[in-house]
Nanobody
Framework: VQLQASGGGLVQAGGSLELSCAVSGGAIGDYIIGWFRQAPGKEREFVATISWSGGNTRYSDSVKDRFTISRDNPRNTALLHLSRLKPEDTAVYYC????????????????WGQGTQVTVSS
Protein backbone atom coordinates (compact mmCIF):
# COMPACT_ATOMS: atom_id res chain seq x y z
CA VAL A 1 0.00 0.00 0.00
CA GLN A 2 1.20 3.52 -0.78
CA LEU A 3 0.29 6.77 0.94
CA GLN A 4 0.49 10.28 -0.45
CA ALA A 5 -0.02 13.37 1.67
CA SER A 6 -1.05 16.66 0.12
CA GLY A 7 -2.64 19.97 0.97
CA GLY A 8 0.20 21.74 2.68
CA GLY A 9 1.07 25.35 2.03
CA LEU A 10 1.77 28.77 3.49
CA VAL A 11 -0.82 30.20 5.85
CA GLN A 12 -0.95 33.06 8.33
CA ALA A 13 -1.17 32.40 12.04
CA GLY A 14 -4.74 31.79 13.04
CA GLY A 15 -5.60 30.32 9.67
CA SER A 16 -6.62 26.84 8.60
CA LEU A 17 -5.51 24.10 6.23
CA GLU A 18 -6.77 20.66 5.36
CA LEU A 19 -4.28 17.91 4.65
CA SER A 20 -5.25 14.84 2.71
CA CYS A 21 -3.73 11.36 2.75
CA ALA A 22 -4.60 9.29 -0.31
CA VAL A 23 -4.08 5.54 -0.07
CA SER A 24 -3.50 3.32 -3.09
CA GLY A 25 -2.69 -0.32 -3.59
CA GLY A 26 -4.82 -1.40 -0.68
CA ALA A 27 -7.84 -0.58 1.45
CA ILE A 28 -7.42 2.22 3.95
CA GLY A 29 -9.98 0.50 6.12
CA ASP A 30 -7.44 -2.21 6.92
CA TYR A 31 -5.19 0.29 8.70
CA ILE A 32 -4.94 2.68 11.56
CA ILE A 33 -3.96 6.07 10.18
CA GLY A 34 -1.63 8.41 11.98
CA TRP A 35 -0.30 11.86 11.27
CA PHE A 36 3.17 12.95 12.35
CA ARG A 37 5.19 16.09 11.77
CA GLN A 38 8.82 17.12 11.72
CA ALA A 39 9.87 20.69 12.29
CA PRO A 40 13.28 21.96 11.15
CA GLY A 41 16.00 20.72 13.46
CA LYS A 42 13.62 18.59 15.48
CA GLU A 43 12.65 14.95 15.63
CA ARG A 44 9.47 13.74 14.01
CA GLU A 45 6.59 13.77 16.48
CA PHE A 46 3.13 12.29 16.79
CA VAL A 47 0.16 14.51 15.92
CA ALA A 48 -2.99 12.39 15.72
CA THR A 49 -4.33 8.94 15.02
CA ILE A 50 -7.69 7.47 14.08
CA SER A 51 -9.14 3.99 14.42
CA TRP A 52 -10.17 1.76 11.53
CA SER A 53 -13.78 2.94 11.42
CA GLY A 54 -13.03 6.49 12.54
CA GLY A 55 -14.92 6.15 15.78
CA ASN A 56 -11.91 6.78 17.98
CA THR A 57 -9.27 9.45 17.72
CA ARG A 58 -6.27 10.55 19.72
CA TYR A 59 -4.25 13.77 19.59
CA SER A 60 -1.04 15.16 20.97
CA ASP A 61 -1.54 17.80 23.63
CA SER A 62 -0.03 20.46 21.37
CA VAL A 63 -2.74 20.12 18.72
CA LYS A 64 -5.73 18.90 20.69
CA ASP A 65 -8.79 21.12 20.17
CA ARG A 66 -7.19 22.71 17.10
CA PHE A 67 -6.67 19.80 14.72
CA THR A 68 -9.23 17.21 13.62
CA ILE A 69 -8.41 13.84 12.11
CA SER A 70 -10.99 12.01 10.02
CA ARG A 71 -11.19 9.33 7.37
CA ASP A 72 -13.34 8.41 4.39
CA ASN A 73 -12.84 4.69 3.88
CA PRO A 74 -14.92 4.40 0.67
CA ARG A 75 -12.69 7.08 -0.87
CA ASN A 76 -9.52 5.55 0.56
CA THR A 77 -8.63 8.90 2.09
CA ALA A 78 -7.78 10.32 5.49
CA LEU A 79 -7.85 13.99 6.40
CA LEU A 80 -6.25 16.25 8.95
CA HIS A 81 -7.96 19.60 9.43
CA LEU A 82 -5.64 22.17 10.97
CA SER A 83 -7.17 25.27 12.53
CA ARG A 84 -5.97 28.17 14.68
CA LEU A 85 -2.53 27.54 13.30
CA LYS A 86 0.54 28.82 15.10
CA PRO A 87 4.05 29.45 13.79
CA GLU A 88 5.23 26.48 15.88
CA ASP A 89 2.99 24.23 13.77
CA THR A 90 5.40 24.79 10.86
CA ALA A 91 6.67 21.36 9.83
CA VAL A 92 6.56 18.65 7.23
CA TYR A 93 3.44 16.60 7.92
CA TYR A 94 3.42 12.86 7.22
CA CYS A 95 0.59 10.36 7.14
CA UNK A 96 1.27 6.78 8.07
CA UNK A 97 -0.57 3.47 8.27
CA UNK A 98 -0.29 0.85 10.96
CA UNK A 99 -2.17 -1.85 12.80
CA UNK A 100 -2.02 -0.74 16.43
CA UNK A 101 -4.64 1.80 17.41
CA UNK A 102 -3.68 4.61 19.70
CA UNK A 103 0.02 4.29 19.25
CA UNK A 104 2.17 7.41 19.23
CA UNK A 105 5.21 5.30 18.43
CA UNK A 106 6.41 5.72 14.88
CA UNK A 107 7.67 2.15 14.84
CA UNK A 108 4.07 0.93 14.99
CA UNK A 109 3.42 2.51 11.59
CA UNK A 110 5.02 0.62 8.73
CA UNK A 111 3.67 2.54 5.72
CA TRP A 112 4.58 6.21 5.23
CA GLY A 113 3.75 8.92 2.76
CA GLN A 114 6.29 11.44 1.48
CA GLY A 115 5.17 14.41 3.57
CA THR A 116 3.66 17.80 2.83
CA GLN A 117 5.07 21.11 4.01
CA VAL A 118 3.01 23.39 6.25
CA THR A 119 4.41 26.85 6.92
CA VAL A 120 2.69 29.22 9.31
CA SER A 121 3.75 32.86 9.20
CA SER A 122 3.41 35.15 12.19
Amino acid sequence: VQLQASGGGLVQAGGSLELSCAVSGGAIGDYIIGWFRQAPGKEREFVATISWSGGNTRYSDSVKDRFTISRDNPRNTALLHLSRLKPEDTAVYYCAAGLRYGSEDQSDYNKWGQGTQVTVSS
